[in-house]
C-alpha cells in the first residue's frame, strides 16, 4: 500500500523549452537603452520648460519602473552544457525542465536554489565575521548533471552467508533520467545515492557466501557476473524514486575480515589439500585396477585374492605417497 501510495505522488519530469538568450539579450539591451533615453529625455524635457512638475513625476517614475523591469529580466538569462538539465520552479511550483544547452532566457522569477541540507558539524563564519562550530549546510542547485556517476563505496565489513565477517565495497556507475524525481522526490540525490548504495551492497552480501558454498551454489568470490547482476537490480529497485539510472555495478573489493583471515586461509588450504589427495586416490585406483585387468588379460601371472591384496596395498602406497619409495627385491618365491 505504501508502495503505491508513493508511486501515485511521485514527480514526472515534463520537458519544456526556453528562449534563444542571444535574442533575449538584444531585446533587454534595447529595453535598457530605451529607458535610460526616455529617463534622460524627460529630464532634458523639464529642464527647457516642456513638461509640467507632475508630468516630469510621473515619467521619471515611469523610467524607474522601466529600469527596474529590464533589469529583472536580463537576471533571465542562464547557460546550460551537454548534458545538463534545469529544473524551472515558480514560487514553489514545478513548470518543467530544460534541457537544451547554450544560451538560455526563461522567465526571471524562477528560482535558482532548490532550498538546502544539512552536512553536518564544521566550521561556519558568523555575522561578526568568526569562525565557530556550527552546522554546514550544502546549497541545492537546480541545475542537475545528466553526466554518468561514479561512485566508490568505502570497505564496508558486513556478515555473509554462513555469517562470516567479510569485507566488501563496490563501484556503481549511475546518472540522472528523470530530472523532476531527482530533484523533488528525495531530499539530496547524491547523498541518497551514496547511501542506498551501501545498503544494497550490504544486502547482497548477507544474500552468499564468500566462497565453498553447497553445489552449483553461487558465491561472492565465484559468482562474478551473476553477483553483479544482482547487485545492479537490488540498486535499480532502490533508485528508481530518485530517477536514477544504474548503469553498471560491480564488487571491487573482496576479503575476509582481518580477525578471521589467518583461520580461513588455513581452512583454505586445508580443503585445497584435502581436494588435491582425493584426486591422487582417484587416479591412483585407475591405475591399479587398470595393471590388474592388463596382467589378466594377458596372462602374465595368475594371483590368488591375497596377492592381489598384497599388490594393490604396495601399488597405492607407492602412488599416494608423499616421499619417494624404496625398492624391496623379493628374491625368493611370490610366497616367501
Not at 120 to 125: D, F, M, P, R, S
Not at 285 to 314: G, Q
Request: proline share 2%; net charge neutral; glycine share 6%.
Amino acid at each position: 500500500m505504501s508502495v503505491e501510495r508513493s508511486r501515485a505522488y511521485a514527480t514526472h519530469e515534463r520537458e519544456v523549452g526556453a528562449l534563444n538568450g542571444w535574442f533575449m539579450l538584444v531585446v533587454n539591451l534595447a529595453l535598457l537603452i530605451g529607458a535610460f533615453y526616455f529617463f534622460f529625455a524627460t529630464v532634458a524635457a523639464a529642464a527647457d520648460g516642456l513638461l509640467a512638475p507632475a508630468q516630469t513625476g510621473t515619467r521619471i517614475l515611469l523610467a524607474i519602473l522601466w529600469l527596474i523591469a529590464t533589469l529583472i529580466m536580463l537576471s533571465g538569462h542562464f547557460t546550460l552544457q551537454p548534458n545538463e538539465a534545469r529544473v524551472q520552479i515558480l514560487f514553489g511550483a514545478y513548470k518543467g525542465t530544460v534541457r537544451k544547452s547554450g544560451f538560455n532566457w526563461a522567465n526571471p522569477f524562477y528560482a535558482r536554489n532548490r532550498g538546502k541540507v544539512a552536512m553536518g558539524i564544521g566550521k561556519v563564519t558568523s555575522s561578526s565575521g568568526h569562525k565557530t562550530d556550527g552546522i554546514v549546510y550544502k546549497p541545492l542547485k537546480t541545475k542537475i548533471s545528466l553526466r554518468v556517476h561514479n561512485f566508490n563505496s568505502e570497505k564496508l565489513k558486513v556478515n555473509d552467508k554462513r555469517g562470516n565477517p567479510v569485507e566488501i565495497a563496490a563501484v556503481v556507475v549511475w546518472r540522472v533520467e528523470d530530472t523532476a524525481q531527482a530533484a523533488f522526490d528525495v531530499e539530496d540525490y547524491e547523498s541518497y545515492v551514496q547511501v542506498q548504495s551501501e545498503a544494497a551492497i550490504r544486502s547482497i552480501a548477507s544474500l552468499y557466501s564468500y566462497d565453498h558454498g553447497e553445489e552449483d551454489e553461487l558465491t561472492l568470490r565465484g559468482g562474478g557476473d551473476e553477483v553483479a547482476q544482482a547487485l545492479k537490480k537490488e540498486l535499480q529497485a532502490r533508485l528508481d524514486k530518485a530517477g536514477v539510472v544504474v548503469e553498471e555495478a560491480r564488487l571491487t573489493h573482496l576479503a575476509y575480515a582481518p580477525e578471521i583471515a589467518p583461520a580461513m586461509l588455513r581452512r583454505q588450504q586445508a580443503e585445497a589439500v584435502i581436494a588435491a589427495r582425493q584426486k591422487i586416490v582417484l587416479g591412483a585406483v585407475s591405475m591399479v585396477e587398470m595393471a590388474l585387468d592388463e596382467l589378466a588379460r594377458k596372462n602374465v601371472v595368475k594371483l590368488d585374492e591375497e596377492r592381489k591384496a598384497a599388490m594393490v596395498s604396495n601399488l597405492l602406497v607407492v602412488l599416494c605417497g608423499t616421499e619417494e619409495a624404496s625398492p624391496v627385491i623379493n628374491t625368493g618365491t611370490l610366497y616367501t
